[in-house]
């Protein structure tokens, strides 16, 4: 599948603790190949208990993975 800068960010809503992990890195996958090409790491942000946002960030390290929380 081809992400693209317009696509993001990619919402998360977790439904059960059990899946938080698998959807969470589901979504970092989907976007390690945009961020590679534009040299930039992924922001994964937790807005509440069962709503994160992931996105490729220039402000994020390439190769990196960042987490921020807007709690």
Known sequence: MSTSLRDQPLTVLVTARSELDAQLDGAVEQLQPLAVSERCG?????????KF??????DVPAGMVQEAQTL
């Open 53 to 58: 946002s992931i996105e490729v960030s220039p």
């Open 42 to 50: 992924i922001l994964v942000t937790r807005h509440s208990a069962n």
